[in-house]
């Protein structure tokens, strides 16, 4: 038997239930998943995208490699603004383009402030026509 949700639990963050607070959350890093797709052009496949409590405390985000499943703490939806933008990017970095962490930049492991700018840069060079061309097919 094959199941027909994806699973969207990890061991890394506790998933919020669906109230008026966790929705409003969900509203905003909704809206910079939409911004992704409008920086590189291509609207990105469906991304699954979840409110959830960090178990380590300095934990912001967390994505399964490719998968397409995205976590969001509820600090980084708090800050929001490009903290969140930079969160919500990083994560679909790995969630969709299948990428790993990098020493600088939006992809580094540990968050420093980025510009909008480094942001839209650092997201368009992980988009190739590969990617592209795959989603095309799916
Ligand atoms: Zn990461």
Redesign the pocket.
């Known amino acids: 038997m094959r199941r027909t949700r994806k699973n969207t639990n990890t061991p890394h963050m506790v998933n919020r239930k669906m109230d008026d607070e966790t929705f409003a959350m969900r509203k905003q890093v909704m809206t910079f998943v939409r911004e992704a797709s409008d920086v590189i052009g291509v609207r990105l496949p469906r991304v699954e995208v979840r409110i959830a409590d960090p178990v380590n405390r300095s934990t912001l985000?967390?994505?399964r490699m490719g998968d397409r499943v995205i976590w969001i703490s509820p600090f980084s939806c708090k800050e929001g603004g490009l903290h969140l933008r930079h969160c919500v990017f990083?994560?679909l970095?790995?969630a969709i383009f299948n990428k790993r962490?990098t020493t600088h930049g939006l992809?580094a492991?540990v968050l420093k402030s980025t510009s909008k700018f480094t942001q839209d840069t650092d997201f368009r060079a992980m988009a190739t026509i590969h990617n592209m061309d795959e989603w095309a097919a799916a």
């Open positions: 985000g967390c994505a990083h994560e970095g790995h962490h992809m492991p």
